[in-house]
DNA sequence: CCCATTTGCCTAAAGCTATTAGGCAAATGC
DNA sequence: GCATTTGCCTAATAGCTTTAGGCAAATGGG
């Protein structure tokens, strides 16, 4: 009998192509072991459960978008960061939907904590950092951006954005644009 | 043998309450037939399939979400409006996640048509027209602050907001407030 | 009022996913 | 070169989905 050669890493990317080829939800451990040509049975080697191969999928997309993320933002700032970091995002959800999708699976608070997720505030914060916010507004500048981002990749992917004919690039652009505005300019009352 | 009194409405109702008590992904016929003491089987006389179930359970979020958002809107304008639109949407998802997630539910484009998802997007368009904005700056702005509802809406709900100190109706505030300033002002150059 | 039809819920059964237990062969290491 | 570990397999249990067929309760026309 020739061995396959699984791993929990080989899995895990395997988990993710599938997830972006049928859904992050319609990915089973069943499905998987078809895809790599094994027993179901035998996936539980190196795997402990289902839930364990969704969280690695998750934490594995979110290193990886992570990685772009960084790699978008380096060497620039304000509304140049912004954007960069706004198309990263975007792109990477249109890529990879099913990752994407992973991404946003929630993780018990340890395994968040020690994964990919901290680098993601953190660069969110460093991108405030090129406008003038003072605590608490910062934090609220955060919850915002996260909000808009995710809100809007999350909507277009639902494909609630199918009914009318504006291009969906134009709203994001136009979205960053007035973005920049908001966080440069002081309240406005 | 005494017989239930089942009807589609009756399940679609209980499915809500189900949804909002384990998770709308986590509800199934199984579930509701053990909730509604029968078995399983027997509510095939109802529903077509699991698909049926929560098409009906999200047809159901939609109106009811609807209804609501209606009814805070009703007499406002203007940055009242936003506030009070904002503040049933994000209401609505505390206090019925379940049914908050099945109303994300995608449809496909016939029923979706034909769904209260079309007063949604009325009553956003409704409120912009309060500020003075041009096609396609409008639809953009749909497209805002549709994300930057459902966006928030979702993290909250996915507990991202449990790491900093900071209250998260004051972010809400913050971010409608915002907002409104954003849409009021002509774009900032 | 009674019987025929319809309707509602049930049992049975097949198919798919998740997960555990135990076995045999391939790889590894002394 | 053999002992141990490791990897994948078969077998089996359990839950969810869905279809088929049956019996009893509700309904309604004569």
Same mark, same amino acid.
């Given at each position: ?19 972006? %080829?049928? $859904?992050? *939800? ?10 790599? $040509?094994?027993?179901?049975? #035998?996936? @539980? #080697?190196?795997?402990?459960? +289902? ?11 979110? %290193?990886?978008?992570? *990685? ?8 620039? +700032? $304000?509304?140049? +960061?912004?954007?960069?970091? +706004? ?12 990752? @994407? ?6 993780? *018990?608070? %340890?395994?968040?904590?020690? #994964? ?34 995710? $809100? @809007?990749? #999350? ?16 709203? !994001?652009? !136009? ?15």
């Amino acid at each position: 009998m020739v061995r396959a050669g699984l791993t929990p890493e080989r899995l895990t990317r395997e988990g993710a192509e599938l997830a972006d %080829e049928i $859904g992050f *939800d319609q990915v089973t451990v069943s499905g998987l072991a078809r895809r790599v $040509g094994v027993k179901v049975a #035998s996936l @539980y #080697s190196h795997l402990n459960d +289902a839930r364990d191969l969704k969280t690695r999928i998750a934490l594995f997309a979110l %290193e990886e978008l992570a *990685d772009r993320v960084a790699a978008a933002l380096a060497g620039r +700032a $304000g509304k140049d +960061a912004l954007a960069a970091f +706004a198309d990263a995002y975007r792109d990477y959800a249109r890529e990879h939907p099913g990752r @994407y999708a992973a991404a946003r699976l929630r993780l *018990d608070p %340890e395994t968040a904590a020690a #994964s990919a997720g901290v680098r993601h505030a953190q660069m969110t914060r460093a991108i405030l950092r090129g406008y003038d916010l003072t605590e608490p507004e910062q934090t609220h500048a955060v919850r915002m951006l996260g909000s808009v981002f995710h $809100g @809007y990749v #999350s909507l277009e992917q639902a494909g609630g954005f199918g009914h009318t004919p504006v291009d969906p690039r134009e709203s !994001w652009a !136009w979205i960053v644009d007035r973005l920049d505005a908001l966080l440069r300019n002081p309240a406005t009352p």
